[in-house]
């Protein structure tokens, strides 16, 4: 007994070029990406990714920051990558010093570390801001 045909799966799948299947449709909004009428794309949200400094919470940040979506991250920095725990507490002595008004002194009591690498952490965190068009919200 044949199968009954699919109208939204093509006779041949290994052929891209039947424009019949709708979710070989490129993505007007990101054209790299193949339009999916099941899972329409998602509008500009704001998003709270929990244990953000890992490397999957860390790639799931990124993603969305570079789709123009807001994010927040949680994360108790018991693990993960040293290099994303050290960009995170740069961006938090950046707008803690910067944007919030905490001085250098008070936050080196509250995280542990030293006067020195406060202000390094500052001068770096302003910079990953600055190349990632991150902002305090």
């Known amino acids: 007994m044949p199968k009954p045909s699919n109208p939204s799966v093509p006779a041949n799948p290994s052929n891209p070029s039947n424009s019949s299947n709708p979710s070989r449709l490129s993505n007007p909004s990101n054209p790299s990406v193949p339009a999916n009428p099941s899972n329409p794309p998602i509008r500009q949200s704001s998003f709270l990714v929990t244990g953000g400094a890992g490397f999957i919470g860390s790639n799931i940040v990124e993603e969305l920051v570079?789709?123009?979506?807001?994010?927040?991250?949680?994360?108790?920095?018991?693990?993960?990558?040293?290099?994303?725990?050290?960009?995170?507490?740069?961006?938090?002595?950046?707008?803690?010093?910067?944007?919030?008004?905490?001085?250098?002194?008070?936050?080196?009591?509250?995280?542990?570390?030293?006067?020195?690498?406060?202000?390094k952490s500052v001068t770096r965190g302003k910079q990953i801001a600055e190349d990632n068009a991150f902002k305090l919200a």
């Open 66 to 119: 570079r789709c123009g979506h807001s994010v927040r991250v949680l994360d108790n920095f018991s693990t993960g990558k040293q290099q994303h725990i050290v960009n995170a507490r740069s961006l938090l002595c950046y707008w803690a010093v910067r944007e919030l008004g905490v001085s250098m002194s008070s936050l080196s009591r509250r995280l542990g570390i030293s006067l020195p690498a406060i202000s």
